[in-house]
DNA sequence: GCAGTGACTAGTA
DNA sequence: ATACTAGCCACTG
C-alpha cells in the first residue's frame, strides 16, 4: 500500500468525526477501508502536518484514553482540545465511549 | 534487506 | 481490574 492514499484516506476519514465527538484507531482504520491498520492510523496521526485541517484530537484509542506519552507536551493540549469541544473526561482520565463515540 | 519501533487491538488468563 | 500475547504494517537505521 502507498503511504499517499493509505494516509489520504485516514485523514478523509478523520474529518468526518464530528464536533464534540471521538472515534477509536481501530474505527478509523476500519471506516477508512483498511481493517486491523490501527498503527498506521497512528502513524499517519504523528505525520499529519499542523497546517492541514485535520482533527487528530478527536482519535483515542479503544480504551478511550489519550494514546500520547504523558510526559509529552501534545497530551495536554488534546485533552485541552477535547474539552474544550465539550468532550467530559471521567475519574480516571478517560473518554466514555458510550457517550462520546462517533456513530457514523 | 533485516530488525526494531510504535498516537493500536482483540484475545486470553 | 491488570498482564501478557499474537497480529498488524509503515517507517527507520
Known sequence: MERKELYHRIYLTIQQI?????ATYGQIA?????PGYARQVGY?????PDDMDVPWQ???NARGEISLKPTGPYDQVQRQMLEDEGVQF???????LKIYQWQP
Open 58 to 60: 478527536r482519535v483515542i
Open 18 to 22: 464530528p464536533y464534540g465527538k471521538v
Open 30 to 34: 476500519r471506516l477508512a477501508g483498511f
Open 44 to 48: 499517519a496521526l504523528h505525520a499529519t
Open 90 to 96: 471521567d475519574e480516571h482520565g478517560r473518554v466514555p
